[in-house]
């Protein structure tokens, strides 16, 4: 059974940069994709970036070229560098995994396994 654990959220200001972490236990992530989403208050989950399992990134159009998604060295965890980060990126930031076909990668309801969260907050 996976299970995943987010970290490295906080606040900071805007135009600064975060990494979050995604570890899994349980498999090694290049088993399955592994996705970032985020929720905002009073909005619904969005996708962000996923790793497919071929090591393929994929990002939303609002955090590309921002945004970078990898694999560590150690294969159970996967990170999310966040660069030029502005007051729109504040949100609960979450991980997850999948086994989906590539044209469902970017849809939450396939994935399993996802964390408890880590609050990302800009301010401006």
């Known amino acids: 059974q996976v299970q995943v654990q987010e970290s490295g959220g906080g606040l900071v200001q805007s135009g600064a940069s975060l990494r979050l972490s995604c570890t899994a236990s349980?498999?090694?992530?290049?088993?399955?994709?592994v996705g970032w989403f985020r929720q905002a208050p009073g909005k619904e989950r969005e996708f962000v970036a996923v790793l497919s399992r071929t090591s393929h990134t994929y990002y939303a159009d609002s955090v590309k070229g921002r945004f970078a998604i990898s694999r560590g060295n150690v294969k159970s965890t996967v990170y999310l560098q966040m660069d030029t980060l502005k007051p729109e990126d504040s949100a609960v930031y979450y991980c997850?995994?999948?086994?989906?076909?590539?044209?469902?990668?970017?849809?939450?309801?396939?994935?399993?396994?996802w964390g408890q969260g880590t609050q990302v907050t800009v301010s401006s």
């Open positions: 349980g498999s090694t992530s290049d088993s399955y994709h």
């Open positions: 997850a995994t999948s086994r989906a076909v590539l044209s469902s990668i970017r849809d939450s309801k396939m994935y399993f396994a």
